[in-house]
């Protein structure tokens, strides 16, 4: 992890151990400089990335002040980093389904950058949240980037072991979204009836070196799933 990284995840963390509300002012550029031993430039990106990630907002002339404002129970649709961190209030299990090293798919080697040839983990679980269906997931990993699944990792947060366990930085990710009908499988695994309505979220999660590593598709209950976007704009 770069050390701008470092620093941010830093910055995180004293918002959220100190219960920061939005609006609240933070340090100064110097002062940041001072406290974290690093040049300008290094706070500068640290403040890109926060402000990036809908932490911050700067206000020229004035100061750098708290931005986010959770709503429990909310996932973040473009989040990098799996859903478990927007509910932590919450109690998460899965039921795996599925677990297996097989081929990928045309769709899945086109969305991975592989070859047919090659071997992925194919991951089918269930995840849900207070005890109440929350999503059907399945997601295929580049077995030559995650080289090791088993029931256990499957179980938990496959993202928090792929960046603690395996050390690897997760970059960026593409995210698409449709809105459907739930078809026969997926309602009798999400508890609900044929053609309920659905969000079909399939997402392609790269290393910060632009290698893409997983793709997944996950279908949410519309009972128990709900979405926040924080944007920044830009006018000129």
């Not at 297996?100 to 983990?121: A, G």
């Not at 449709?178 to 999400?190: G, I, R, T, Y």
Request: proline share 2%; net charge neutral.
């Amino acid at each position: 992890m770069l050390k701008y990284q470092q620093i941010a995840e830093k910055i995180e963390r004293y918002i959220e151990e100190n219960g920061l509300k939005q609006g609240s002012k933070l340090p100064v550029i110097e002062a940041l400089m001072k406290q974290y031993g690093v040049s300008k430039s290094t706070i500068i990106k640290t403040l890109e990335l926060l402000e990036k990630k809908g932490i911050i907002f700067q206000v020229r002339g004035s100061g750098i002040f708290v931005r986010r404002q959770n709503r429990k129970g909310y996932i973040s649709l473009l989040s990098n980093q799996g859903f478990k961190k927007d509910l932590e209030d919450y109690v998460l299990t899965s039921t795996i389904i599925e677990l297996e090293v097989r081929k990928p798919t045309e769709e899945v080697s086109i969305n991975l950058n592989m070859e047919l040839n090659e071997d992925v983990y194919y991951v089918k679980r269930i995840r849900y949240i207070n005890g109440q269906t929350l999503c059907l997931e399945e997601s295929w990993y580049n077995k030559s980037i995650i080289t090791y699944l088993n029931k256990e990792i499957v179980s938990e947060s496959i993202f928090h072991y792929i960046t603690e366990g395996l050390g690897l930085k997760v970059g960026f990710s593409d995210v698409y979204l449709q809105v459907d009908k739930l078809n026969e499988e997926e309602a009798a695994f999400l508890g609900l009836e044929k053609d309920a309505p659905k969000l079909l979220v399939e997402s392609i999660f790269h290393l910060t070196n632009g290698q893409p590593f997983d793709f997944s598709k996950v279908t949410y209950n519309y009972q128990q799933s709900q979405f926040f976007i924080q944007a920044n704009s830009h006018f000129f």
